[in-house]
Nanobody, 125 residues
Framework: VQLQASGGGLVQAGGSLRLSCAASGRAFSNYAMGWFRQAPGKERDIVAVISMWSGGITYYPDSVKGRFTISRDNTKNTVYLQMNGLKPEDTGVYYC??????????????????WGRGTLVTVSS
């Protein structure tokens, strides 16, 4: 599967952005999808995971819980990340990724095998 993330940009602290990740290829709906963030000089960290079903189980780390919402539309092969209340520490390149194994909801980047090119989010203070 090929993934293409979009929707990044420059926003002031407290603002909102909605990222989209379009998938091409087969079997999108059989796998959990994740959004990751990589800040300059730091590791790539998970910010959201959604199970294989539209409206399915989600996971968020404490750093974004209550501010970010992941969703997916399997009819459009697209996963979204709605980001509200953005903070300067949310700045980074955001990547979408497909989990490696059907039926799992991994949090480690090593458990994802298909990655989009990333979209830059910059939050100014």
């Amino acid at each position: 599967v090929q993934l293409q993330a979009s929707g990044g940009g420059l926003v002031q602290a407290g603002g909102s952005l909605r990222l989209s990740c379009a998938a091409s290829g087969r079997a999108f709906s059989n796998y959990a999808m994740g959004w990751f963030r990589q800040a300059p000089g730091k590791e790539r960290d998970i910010v959201a995971v959604i199970s294989m079903w539209s409206g399915g189980i989600t996971y968020y780390p404490d750093s974004v819980k209550g501010r970010f919402t992941i969703s997916r539309d399997n009819t459009k092969n697209t996963v979204y990340l709605q980001m509200n209340g953005l903070k300067p520490e949310d700045t980074g390149v955001y990547y979408c990724a497909r989990s490696r194994t059907v039926g799992t909801m991994p949090r480690a980047s090593s458990e994802y095998d298909s990655w989009g090119r990333g979209t830059l989010v910059t939050v100014s203070s």
